[in-house]
């Protein structure tokens, strides 16, 4: 391994609780919003707050299913929670719905005006018998209809343009996104004004999120680590390249370690050409061949396609070798190979001609996770089940990074 002695110091120095993992969460967007949507083009933001720091994403357009496409990165701690708040910007089409939102003014009562009793003097002393006059009684104004809240998006807002809010705590995820790419959504929760003036909580949709947890590595440097998301998923994938065996066959070897010509059982596995003993099936010795700069066949050196700078003189007759071919290293150093057919020469060049110039790195980080699930691959299983309603997801995307410290 290229990070041997790098692991051991790191191993030295691991002490529990002397470091703190990160957590990078990807906040894809928002999905199924049940509220009405402007026609009007609405800008809508998403802010994170853990209790210590607000951060607020670029703006984006409203609409049912909203991306947002924002990462941010958190220390790990025991308590870990946070919020994501959906907020409008309160433009003159959002302030025009909260005015229709104002129920009109009661109409104004007319006062009835009383009828005077007329005085009759002395006629109405003489005469016969009074007779009453029947009263008016004023017919009242029907009644107006109730007041209709319309159903706009100024319903859903509360006075600062708040929307909708989504609380995560860590630890209810933290062992399904452990050092693997984890996507889930959350509900969001807002209100509706109703017509009788107070609000009712629902459920106004649900946002997506993208979850890594890495683990602490002390002894790890800061810039040795990754920085995203991507980051992450990019290197444990790289990580996974390299332990993968693309090829094994038989070669003769002449050069590296080998002074003279050396039958040798041989495997690629990730950057390294690996020799195998026959007897022991050990590994013997490693080439790697990161450090390799070239891949040649030594037919074409008697067709005249030489490397620049050097001669048929300067191989002592081992272009003569028949089914040979080298691997070039910085400095003039080569490794001479032949096969035993024209067939498997053929296949040995085509696996070498593939890696040569082409192999991913491996950080070093992503070995240490490797190496830790690989420990923990062969403890006992523990008695806990996680049902996921959604299995996670891998995808490699391209987005803006918001880093807390």
Partial sequence: NEYSKQIKEYRSMEKPGKAHGKVFVRVVGVRGLKVPIPQQATALTCTLNNGIHFVTTPET??????????????????KL????????????????QSQALVPPPAPRVQPITSVP??????????SSSPKKQPRATPTPPPPDPPYKLPDNLARYLKQDGTLARALISFKDVATRCDTRLFETSYPLIGQRIEASGGPTTMELGEIVLQMFRLPPLPGVLSNQLPQSLEDCHRGLRHVAWHKVTYFEGTLTQHGGDCMTWRRRRLRVI???LVAFNDVTKKATATINLKKAIAVEDNQDMRTGALSPARSVDDYDGMFAVERSFRLIFPGHQEIFFFADTDDEKAKWLDVFRALVGHIPPNPLWAELIWQRQQEMAK???????FFEDKPPIVIPFYFCIIRLA
């Avoid at 929670?81 to 025009?96: G, P, Q, S, W």
């Fill in 61 to 78: 357009r409203l609409s049912k299913d909203s991306r947002i496409d924002q990462e941010f990165e958190l220390i790990e701690h025991n």
């Fill in 81 to 96: 929670e946070f919020t994501l708040t959906l907020k409008v910007r309160r433009d003159a089409h959002i302030a025009a």
């Fill in 117 to 126: 009793k007329s005085r009759g003097g002395m006629l109405s002393f003489f």
């Fill in 270 to 272: 990730g950057a390294n």
């Fill in 379 to 385: 403890q006992p299983t523990s008695t806990d089940v």
